[in-house]
């Protein structure tokens, strides 16, 4: 199978501004999910100590983890030449050249073999994923990784082989793209079960119900983690009934059977995804929590704004620890020379480590001024009440702002770092053992297209979701991120599409070229649900989930949906085999290929 890569198109491109300070200070303002890196990389390129350069990130217009390591390069050649010519300097590529000079999502060509039985259970599964990289590594050592972290999807493999070949190629250097090279994994474990389905003649949901992993067996991954918080089935089962899978499937079979130009697909498709860094030492956060005298709170953690809503998702932590008006928060720009030693936001991490550490200074604050009004009120210290802008105990009570007055008039401590590290996680990638994910979460999705055979163009009628987020930290925000996830998946695999020369050079580089999803490309009907019975069975902030990255993979069903109905040309007797990104073109060519196919067989 081959899959396409993906540009991130974000809507502001890389971007640094580097402004010399004295002595060998610098001070660099970057569009970077990654300001630790950054800031390594301006000391080393610099010759200075890391203290000497500080990096701010106040906020992004986008990444998607295109800006995890490709911002470094921009903030190099500003740096050097703001030092040299002592004076500010700007490095902003244009679109064109972007596109042209940063990294993508890799594009992979995925092979298998599979053993399953005559009920269609697979008994062993053996994967090689080829990647291209690219003239450098980057990240594609972890991507790759990931990528076999993932080949499993939510199926159990009773024997399983899984082999990464990272390429070396002449062409642009590829990156971390939402995901991180799982999405690949998941998509060519898909094609596994839809090969078994062809092959035993029955419904692919069948299918991945049967192969789905056990809840007290048949539940150790490839990689040797138990999983131990599988709600797979309960989820798919839910979204069968509510999506109307059954009824809608005999309805369109019924359809294909009457209309011979306009075909019609559907298909749902699961999705498990392991939360964590593989890097261990990347799970870790710091916070800085500032309450000022009049009750105001300034709060600067590690994780960086991309519009994703990760610093609301903390101020609202803090407001919850405190029990005060989200209004009393403010958030700060990211910066190196608060909180040092940042982790890249990323991994889908960033509101679980950042709002744990958040919560970590929150309380060591509280217990600072819960200890003064205990004494100063001659009360026990757990008696202490945070609650509706008030601090209270029995029949004593003041407001927020009057008890961080009192306790700044006693020499009270109203500021502290905070800091978390994941627990559990450890990975030994020589070995290929480990427990490299805290927790895993879960998601599936039905999706209904229609396909003209005639021209191969095509329209997704119908999406119904149900995703996993655990306790939601903010139901509006996870909705967003998964319906922005989902429609920039569709996009990758459906219109998206990158085009080399025989010299290596990108030619899709701008808009007028390469086709990202516009409004009028989004489901007619777009259902998404939160799974609102789902607790995070680990102790995360408040049992929520991650939300970033998951949801990107719903989008497989669409691509299941469209070889669903190009299936239908052949009567479903042959896997239609259908390639990423599966453009309007690539769909009528699987259609014509499918229709000789049938043609010479009935001739036979």
């Avoid at 202490?384 to 209270?392: A, G």
Wanted: aromatic residues 8%; contains cysteine.
């Amino acid at each position: 199978m081959e899959i396409g890569g993906q540009d991130h198109f974000y809507l502001e491109g890389h971007i640094a501004l580097a402004i010399p300070g004295e002595d060998r200070d610098v001070t660099v303002y970057s569009s970077t999910q990654h300001p630790t890196e950054v800031q390594h990389m301006v000391s080393h390129a610099l010759g200075v100590p890391s203290h000497a350069v500080t990096v701010e990130v106040r906020r992004m217009g986008g990444a998607f983890g295109g800006k995890e390591t490709q911002g470094n390069l921009f903030a190099c050649i500003a740096a050097i030449a703001a030092k040299k010519l002592g004076r500010a300097v700007k490095c902003r590529p244009d679109r064109d050249e972007d596109m042209i000079a940063t990294g993508k999502r890799h594009d992979f060509v995925a092979d298998y073999d599979i053993g399953f039985d005559a009920d269609g259970r697979i008994l062993a599964a053996d994967f090689v994923l080829a990647a291209r990289c690219g003239f450098s590594s980057d990240l594609s050592g972890p991507v790759t990784d990931r990528a076999l972290f993932h080949c499993d999807n939510a199926y159990f493999y009773p024997a399983v082989r899984a082999v990464s070949e990272p390429l070396r190629t002449h062409t642009v250097s590829n990156t971390a793209f939402r995901g991180f090279g799982g999405p690949q994994g998941v998509l060519a474990a898909e094609r596994v079960i839809e090969e078994i389905a062809f092959a035993t003649g029955r419904d692919a949901l069948d299918i991945r119900k049967l192969n789905f992993y056990g809840v007290s067996d048949r539940n150790v991954a490839p990689y040797h983690q138990t999983i131990e918080d599988n709600i797979i089935g309960q989820l798919v089962e839910q979204l069968e009934v509510s999506s109307d899978y059954r009824a809608r499937r005999v309805e369109i079979r019924d359809w294909n059977a009457r209309n011979r130009i306009v075909k019609r697909g559907l298909a749902l498709t699961p999705v498990k995804f392991g939360i964590s860094f593989t890097a261990s030492w990347f799970n870790q956060a710091g916070a800085l929590v500032l309450v000022y005298a009049d009750g105001s709170v300034q709060i600067n953690h590690g994780g960086t704004e991309m519009g994703q809503g990760l610093h609301q998702k903390i101020a609202q932590i803090v407001a919850n620890e405190f029990q005060i008006d989200v209004g009393r928060i403010r958030i700060t720009a990211t910066n190196t020379g608060k909180v040092p030693n940042t982790s890249a936001t990323a991994a889908s991490s960033g509101a679980d480590l950042n709002g744990m550490a958040a919560v970590d200074a929150c309380r060591k604050i509280k217990l600072a001024m819960s200890e003064f009004l205990a004494a100063h009120w001659k009360v026990s210290t757990d008696s202490i009440v945070f609650d509706r802008n008030r601090v209270t105990s029995g029949a004593h009570s003041m407001s927020f702002s009057q008890a961080t007055q009192a306790a700044y008039m006693a020499r009270v401590p109203l500021s502290a770092t905070g800091f978390y590290k994941t627990p559990k996680i450890h990975w030994d990638r020589a070995s290929g053992r480990g427990h490299p994910f805290y927790y895993f979460s879960y998601g599936a999705a039905v999706a209904e297209t229609s396909v003209d055979t005639l021209t191969g163009e095509y329209r997704v009628e119908r999406v119904d979701i149900l995703h996993d987020v655990g306790r939601s930290l903010n139901p509006a925000l996870d909705r967003g991120q998964i319906e922005g996830g989902f429609v920039q998946g569709q996009g990758w695999l459906t219109t998206e599409e990158l085009w080399w020369d025989d010299k290596g050079r990108l030619r899709t580089h701008a808009p007028s070229t390469y086709k990202i999803p516009v409004a009028s490309d989004r489901p007619r009907i777009f259902n998404v649900e939160l799974a609102d019975w789902s607790e995070n069975r680990e102790p995360t902030v408040y049992r929520s989930k991650a939300v970033g990255e998951p949801p990107l993979m719903l989008a497989i069903t669409v691509l299941h949906a469209l070889s669903d109905a190009v299936a239908s040309v052949a009567d479903h007797k042959i896997c239609p085999r259908l390639d990423a990104p599966a453009t309007p073109e690539r769909v009528l060519f699987a259609i014509e290929r499918l229709r000789a196919m049938s043609n010479a067989g009935a001739a036979a």
